[in-house]
């Protein structure tokens, strides 16, 4: 990494495709009839487990260079995997297959790492034991957990929270259970999959936060390109508002509404971004120019934009930390069960270089002030790719090179990260 430090980038990049997207075209291509071919899919340890679960339960998928198919005969001939499943450190594979297995009627049992196994599992449970799911978990809380075949009903369901993995879980076991599943949504959360059930032929509407699925329609196959992923086009386009004379494009990324909050914020910050939206339909796709930026603004979020950017929250701490005015974070409490304490990790990483902070149950505010790097630092990653990444990009504007215990879990979204990041670098 010494490689990136006292240079300027420029460039045009296409960063991974979405994980979000890449996990739910293969559990849709797995419940559907026919043959579906997936372009561009984010090639990750975290969208594999996603695959190899859907092959352990019936369906035939392969790989041919940047485009995975996914054959299948439909949903009532996939059967209970032979064995227990692993979903390694994804947490959106844990969760929405609780719904999808459930759906299915098949007998199941799976647990992930150390960090999946002390992850909650019971808001999930909740609302999919009201349609009459049969689902255990270690503690009442956690994995492992185990699904018994029950027959499901249609139930109408209010959210507590904003949670795609907890809509889509209910909405997956919805596409078998009987009759009209509703899930009511009082500020929204990313809706890839009500976009990408429609696409497969489910009868499905949304409308002002509510959404209807008829349970018993079978889905047919139907092809998917991948965007790229929004989550990891922000450590570039933080880059290059950070760096001075720095400019990087990101192509082909994802623009929709329910994940692209970091812009939002990014434009509350006077950052010097443009956004080009292309055409197209079902997902919204664009490109976004970010250039250096000296003087950066303050910024205060909470509420319905927080499920916007939840994953985006640590690199936006970084450039918070670089404004000349302080930035705050509220409703984020999620953040502390993600594959670390995010809250926690963020503010014990950067309160080493000086950076200042008032820490919240549910957020934190970054305070103005001078940043004090020292070559060498020792920082810890947490096996968590969003803190290693954000560590990386500090690193890079900086100049400073800094001891980073693991950098090995950027692989969970973002394998070619640092390669990427060198296709940038300008000649000294």
Request: aromatic share 6%.
């Amino acid at each position: 990494m010494k490689q990136l430090l006292n240079r300027t980038f420029e460039g045009t990049l296409r960063v991974p495709g979405d994980k979000s997207i890449t996990h739910r075209s293969l559990m849709l291509a797995a419940l559907a009839e026919g043959r579906t071919e997936i372009h561009l899919p984010l090639k990750s340890e975290d969208t594999y487990r996603t695959m190899e679960i859907m092959r352990a339960i019936g369906a035939d998928i392969t790989e041919s260079g940047d485009i995975w198919i996914v054959e299948s005969r439909g949903h009532a001939h996939l059967h209970s995997p032979a064995g227990p499943l692993y979903t390694g450190n994804s947490g959106t594979t844990s969760r929405l297959i609780i719904g999808l297995l459930a759906g299915l009627g098949l007998e199941a049992e799976f647990s992930g790492d150390d960090s999946i196994n002390r992850r909650p599992m019971d808001r999930v449970q909740r609302p999919l034991l009201d349609m009459g799911a049969d689902i255990r978990l270690k503690d009442e809380k956690y994995p492992p957990v185990h699904i018994y075949p029950k027959p499901l009903k249609a139930i109408d369901y209010d959210m507590p929270i904003a949670s795609a993995q907890v809509k889509s879980a209910v909405l997956l076991a919805g596409l078998f259970a009987e009759g009209t599943t509703v899930v009511r949504e009082s500020s929204p959360s990313r809706d890839h999959s009500e976009i990408m059930m429609k696409q497969f032929g489910a009868e499905l509407s949304s409308k002002d936060g509510v959404i209807s699925l008829t349970g018993g329609k079978n889905l047919t196959s139907a092809d998917v390109t991948v965007p790229g992923d929004i989550s990891s086009a922000a450590f570039p386009l933080a880059l290059a508002i950070l760096k001075p004379g720095t400019s990087i494009t990101i192509e082909n990324v994802s623009l929709n509404p329910t994940r692209s909050g970091i812009l939002e914020v990014l434009e509350m910050m006077d950052a010097n971004i443009e956004i080009e939206t292309l055409p197209g339909d079902g997902e919204a796709i664009g490109n976004i120019t970010a250039s250096y930026t000296p003087e950066l603004r303050g910024f205060d979020i909470s509420g319905e934009i927080i499920p916007r950017l939840i994953d985006e929250i640590p690199i936006l701490a970084l450039l918070a930390a670089y404004s000349n005015e302080s930035c705050t974070v509220s409703d984020a409490g999620e953040l502390r069960f993600k594959e670390t304490d995010r809250i926690r990790a963020v503010v014990d990483e950067l309160s080493k270089f000086g950076i200042r902070f008032e820490e919240k149950e549910d957020g934190f505010t970054v305070l103005p002030g001078e940043i004090e790097p020292a070559a060498g630092t020792a920082v810890k990653g947490y096996h968590d790719h969003r803190i290693i990444m954000m560590l990386i990009i500090f690193s890079i504007v900086s100049d400073t090179p800094l001891n980073i215990d693991d950098t090995s879990a950027i692989d969970i979204s973002y394998p070619g990260f640092i390669n990427d990041l060198e296709s940038l670098r300008k000649d000294a």
